[in-house]
């Protein structure tokens, strides 16, 4: 359904997407993560055609961005981070100028509309002001907005960014009951969201797409690796990069920037091919240090997010 082909976005000099390809299909709920500054917003502006590709090429339905983009707008409803809404008005006539803006006829608004408020779930506060709700409420209003002449594509941008959990549970189903219908892109850094709600992943970082997948193809590809998590007492960072470091299939050493009550937790990362706990145990016995804690667990989403947009 989208198509996107070498996009590239240039600020001056500052390269913000950096020769993206993806395919996107009707029906996909597809999350976009990746760190601040990674370039997700601007590739959304493109998709959306606030923005024109410096090269490259989007194509939604065999429409191209750079020649049918009115077209092309017709076709998705968005969502900033920052929902633009009127604070002063009443939810009501705020939806219904919206619908008046979109030109939708007295029957069909009203219809729509009330639909809605269903999926929305703006019951009850129809005729109190946009000012008076709460955050997560105003992104209900937002979604409201975005939706209202019934778009094939929806694009959110950071959706759940600064809701609390309730809220963010609340906008998840919302998220999932429209993705039963239509096509949805999110960008977003906070990775239990996109594990819960998305169909498929793509991770962005310095502009460039570092992984494509299902949240399970992205943990298999990930798992080569596993972590031992450590928590010692008595240690310096030194002494313990240097121990664990003469161990085979060792492959990294993370120690904290700072040390907590002068206890130190490490993780190593290490191959699959053996189980080396026993070994960092025995290290450990050859040592004074007190052991609180050693345990192993295979990558997760998290895990695989961090090494792929580590600064080195």
């Not at 976009?32 to 090429?57: E, H, I, Q």
């Not at 408020?117 to 979604?143: A, F, N, P, W, Y």
């Not at 298999?220 to 450590?230: D, K, L, M, T, V």
Request: proline share 3%; hydrophobic share 35%.
């Amino acid at each position: 359904m989208i198509h996107v082909e070498n996009l590239t976005k240039y600020y001056s000099e500052l390269c913000a997407v950096d020769h993206i390809n993806l395919d996107i299909q009707k029906g996909e709920i597809l999350g976009l993560l990746g760190p601040n500054g990674a370039g997700k917003t601007t590739t959304l502006r493109m998709l959306t055609g606030f923005f024109l590709p410096t090269t490259g090429d989007i194509r939604v339905k065999n429409f191209s961005i750079r020649e049918n983009t009115l077209e092309i707008k017709k076709l998705i409803g968005y969502l900033p981070e920052s929902a633009p809404l009127y604070h002063s008005m009443l939810v009501y006539d705020y939806l219904n100028y919206i619908a008046d803006v979109r030109g939708l006829d007295k029957e069909k608004k009203a219809s729509r509309i009330r639909k809605l408020v269903d999926i929305c779930g703006l019951h009850g506060i129809m005729h109190k002001t946009i000012e008076e709700l709460s955050k997560g409420l105003k992104q209900r209003v937002g979604l409201a907005h975005a939706m209202m002449d019934d778009p094939e594509i929806l694009v959110l941008d950071e959706p759940t960014s600064g809701l609390d959990p309730n809220q963010i549970a609340e906008i998840r189903e919302i998220i999932k009951q429209i993705g039963k219908e239509k096509t949805v892109i999110l960008s977003t850094h906070i990775l239990s969201e996109a594990e819960a709600t998305c169909d498929r992943i793509v991770i962005i970082n310095k502009g460039k797409i570092v992984a494509d997948g299902s949240t399970e193809a992205l943990k298999q590809e990930g798992n080569h690796e596993h972590i031992i998590n450590i928590s010692l007492l008595n240690a310096d960072i030194p002494s313990i990069k240097n121990l664990f470091g003469s161990i085979d299939g060792v492959l990294r050493i993370d120690t904290p920037a700072t040390v907590r009550d002068d206890v130190i937790d490490v993780s190593l990362t290490c191959t699959v091919s053996d189980d080396l706990r026993k070994t960092v145990y025995r290290k450990i016995k050859e040592t004074d240090w007190d052991l609180y804690e050693l345990r192993q667990e295979t990558k997760t989403l998290e895990h695989i997010f961090r090494d792929l947009t580590r600064e080195n």
